[in-house]
């Protein structure tokens, strides 16, 4: 009998050990082996997320395609913005009377682009319109060429032709965007084959 006190005794101090020295070692250094903090598992892993996020976005700002320059394509093109008129109205008034004015709180946007196959591509010619483009704000929000509530409607010099290596392709994209929106994407994306996109940043006005 007195065997088994002395047995119980030393299992119930090792116990307290045991619990001491947890309690020592969470004040000393942090650890701990109590139940996980769901709120800061739940704030680490929104973070990461933020941050694959974060890159994601950075990739497709310098062309969205790995190995390639930023504005350069899936299909061989390098694609420079010239010109960004922010308030294109008066011109393209002045181009077709006949355009419609934009809609209520929108102006039209209008970007000029030069278009060149890459010294590293093919001598491959590729057939270049407006409608391959589209605008994508901080809204999120996609504005195309050719949408109803988006087109500009007759614009001069837009963007259609063929480019070769001897001969680059200069034209216009226009499209309605609200007017107190800014951060725009210029994306080239041609749905071809699950083909990736291509993100060029306008430049800010100042």
Known sequence: MDRQKTIFFLIIGAAV?????????DRLFGISLGPPDLDATATVVSLRSTEVAIKATETALRGGIPGKAAGQTWNGLEITVTGVNRDAWPLIHA???YNDPPLPDKKMLLVTVEIRKAPDGDDQPV???????????????VYTTYGQETSCGVVPDELGGIVTTEQPLTGAICVQVPEDEGGFLLVYETYIQDKPAVYIPLPEEG
């Open 17 to 25: 050990v045991l619990i001491l020295g947890v309690l020592a070692l």
């Open 95 to 97: 181009f077709n009377e």
């Open 127 to 141: 057939k270049v319109g407006a409608n391959d483009f589209k605008i994508v704000g901080e809204r999120q929000e």
